[in-house]
């Protein structure tokens, strides 16, 4: 299966409540794009290594909907983290959409769930694994 395929056949399996990690509340400005088209800045209200909840942007997308992100992490983050997702349950609040990503984009992810705070901002905690870390340099 590609890899869009097996987004697709999550999508089908997906109940909307169904997650397999705890969602962190986590406002992150999103640039959501669709086919090349810029549909707006956005704000993540949660967020896991899956998938997260996009708050409403103005343009309705419907499940199934594959689009392009930008995560806007603040605190000296090289740059946004781009992602590929597709669209799993859509309201009038926002997106629920499921992740498709490679190694180095899963290591930012968890990054970046493990160490902002719901604000957004850096929260330093002893103990987690930091994307300027020598761990993950020597990852590279």
């Known amino acids: 299966m590609q890899g869009s395929d097996k987004n697709y056949a999550k999508v089908n399996e997906m109940k909307p409540n169904d997650r397999n990690h705890f969602r962190k509340r ?25 998938g997260a909840f996009i708050e409403h942007c103005g343009t309705r997308l419907f499940p199934h909907d594959l689009m392009e992100l930008q995560l806007h992490v603040q605190d000296g983050e090289p740059g946004p983290l781009c992602l590929s997702a597709t669209v799993t349950r859509s309201t009038d609040e926002g997106l629920d ?39 993950n340099l020597a990852n590279r």
């Open 26 to 50: 986590l406002k992150l400005d999103v640039d959501v794009y669709r086919l090349d088209e810029h549909l707006g800045i956005c704000q993540t209200r949660d967020i896991d290594l899956n």
């Open 97 to 135: 959409i499921l992740f498709e990503y490679g190694s180095e984009e899963y290591r930012r992810l968890l990054n970046v769930i493990s160490t902002y705070a719901s604000d957004g901002k850096a929260l330093q905690i002893p103990g987690f694994w930091y994307q300027g870390s020598s761990v």
